[in-house]
């Protein structure tokens, strides 16, 4: 079976135009027991798919060298520039996900519909119903004032990891913050 994913994005945004990784459809909208309430997910995986890299143990983000940037529509300068990419988070897991420090004049993210563009972001990956799946997929990606090697935080479970993130440019020894 073969599922097609887009973006709550409006007519014509140009930010709709690629999808997150997609095996199976398997949306989790329900707050787990007394906890946060989940993040909107738009796929449930057994595994991080081809093309993504670890960051920590619950986090995979792209690793592509350099994520396309189209221009926003957004009047803050620093979110200028947009690159669509999926978040892929392990079920069960709260992550908080935010700009390294000295970027957040520079640099935005979300996922999951959580709406303005922000340096942070907190995602809730509840367990999916598919008892198979062990990560859940966010619509969401990276705001830039410039074309940059963003660099990013990434907490969760206790333990922060960077990683960075080339979006509209490779990180490189040139790009690198």
Known sequence: MTVLLSACTPSGDARQRTTP????????????????????????????????RLVGKDVAVPDAPVMSVESSGEADPAARLFAKWGLVVRAGRVVDLRVAPG??????????????????????????????????????????????????????GGRDDRVDLGIGVACDKNTAP
């Open 103 to 156: 970027w957040q004049d520079k640099a935005r993210l979300g996922w999951g519909g959580t709406g303005t563009p922000a340096a942070t972001a907190t995602v809730h990956a509840c367990p999916p119903e598919d008892e198979q799946a062990q990560w859940m997929a966010f619509v969401g990606g990276t705001w830039v004032a410039r074309a940059a090697c963003v660099p990013l935080t990434v907490t969760s």
């Open 21 to 52: 990784p997609t095996n199976r459809a398997a949306p989790s909208t329900n707050a787990s027991a007394g906890g946060p309430p989940c993040t909107t997910a738009v796929d449930a995986l057994a595994a991080p798919p081809a093309g993504y």
